[in-house]
């Protein structure tokens, strides 16, 4: 089992451009959650996916940011345009919806917006 | 306001002692809690999980205990290792929830 997969792993890029996250899933597992992780406010649920709808986006920041799950096995989080403030680890993390739940992360993607 | 808390300092303990870390939560009615291990540069990942119901809960080198009176979870590791540095997460679920709520981490160094 190969686990949660991010790409990319670490991204640089500048204020105002367009940054994309990916994330694919363990097989079988049908939740798909994005978090964020800063120092400041530790690790924050962006956005919650069951069976590819997203259920709960309350903690998205702003328009700006934006995410999809196109099918079982991949999603995108987007931020555009990017500023300085959303500079964070973004986790993506699944699990498979039952008694428990737990969640099984990615090793998280490293954003710098300079 | 609904609050988790977890020692912000750095616990630094000899290698063979007891590590315990300590999970206290105000204004929240948790039916389960969990415990993650994050090292650097990685996600966190599942220790243990101890239900409301349950007093305390065991893995190998690991317990857990959970106090709904006194809101609060204690995390110990017998027989510390330097291999267990980390930081370590605890998390919240309520009833009919399917949201985690982390708490900020305390990070273990465990001196050889």
């Known amino acids: 089992d190969a686990g949660v997969i991010q790409s990319p792993r670490h991204e640089v890029t500048e204020m105002g451009q367009e940054v994309t996250l990916r994330c694919k899933p363990i097989?079988?597992?049908?939740?798909l959650f994005w978090y964020r992780q800063t120092m400041m406010r530790g690790l924050e649920l962006l956005i919650y996916f069951n069976n590819n709808v997203p259920i709960d986006d309350s903690g998205m920041p702003e328009d700006r940011f934006s995410a999809k799950m196109p099918n079982a096995s991949f999603s995108t989080l987007k931020i555009q345009p990017s500023e300085p403030r959303d500079s964070a680890v973004y986790f993506c993390a699944s699990s498979n919806s039952g008694d428990t739940d737990t969640q099984y992360f990615g090793p998280g993607t490293r954003l710098t917006v300079l | 306001s609904q609050k988790i808390e977890q020692n912000s300092e750095a616990l630094n303990i000899q290698e063979g002692k007891t590590a315990t870390l300590t999970c206290n939560y105000t204004?929240?009615?948790?039916?389960?809690l969990q415990w993650y291990r994050q090292d650097p540069g990685r996600g966190p990942v599942f220790l243990l999980l101890i239900r409301e119901n349950e007093k305390e809960k065991r893995k190998e080198r690991l317990k857990v205990t959970f106090d709904t009176t006194l809101k609060q979870s204690l995390f110990h590791i017998t027989a510390s290792q330097p291999a267990d540095s980390a930081t370590y997460l605890c998390a919240l679920r309520m009833d009919s929830s399917y949201k985690l709520i982390f708490g900020s981490g305390t990070r273990l160094l465990v001196r050889p």
């Open positions: 204004n929240y009615s948790p039916a389960y």
């Open positions: 097989s079988g597992h049908n939740s």
